[in-house]
């Protein structure tokens, strides 16, 4: 069973950064992909960021220019540097790791536990 496990949410004002971290229980060098989601009270949880394994990304509009996802596979952790927030980014940051296993290459999904992120304006 694949656990990852997220950090570095908190309370920052209109403008700040902080960093997400999600550490992976084993090498996320065998991940298909890894991303990161969000769900702000009474939403959908949404894509923010994503990231394969051959380091193509992808991100959510609302976020293009501001957050930047990044993987260090000898630390087995995935980062979400997020800078200019807003308080409309305002939610609790899901880590996601998807693998593809066997024949007929299965989807297996992980999520962690959540951080909370809380930007006041």
């Known amino acids: 069973q694949v656990q990852l496990v997220e950090s570095g949410g908190g309370l920052v004002q209109a403008g700040g950064s902080l960093r997400l971290s999600c550490a992976a229980s084993?090498?996320?060098?065998?991940?298909?992909?890894m991303g990161w989601y969000r769900q702000a009270p009474g939403n959908q949880r949404e894509l923010v960021a994503e990231?394969?394994?051959?380091?193509?990304?992808n991100y959510a509009d609302s976020v293009k220019g501001r957050f930047t996802i990044s993987r260090d596979n000898a630390k087995n952790t995935v980062y979400l540097q997020m800078n200019s927030l807003k308080p409309e980014d305002t939610a609790v940051y899901y880590c996601?790791?998807?693998?593809?296993?066997?024949?007929?290459?299965?989807?297996?999904?992980?999520w962690g536990q959540g951080t909370q992120v809380t930007v006041s304006s």
């Open positions: 996601n790791a998807i693998r593809l296993l066997g024949r007929f290459r299965d989807r297996y999904v992980y």
């Open positions: 084993i090498s996320i060098v065998s991940m298909d992909g």
């Open positions: 990231v394969t394994t051959d380091g193509r990304t």
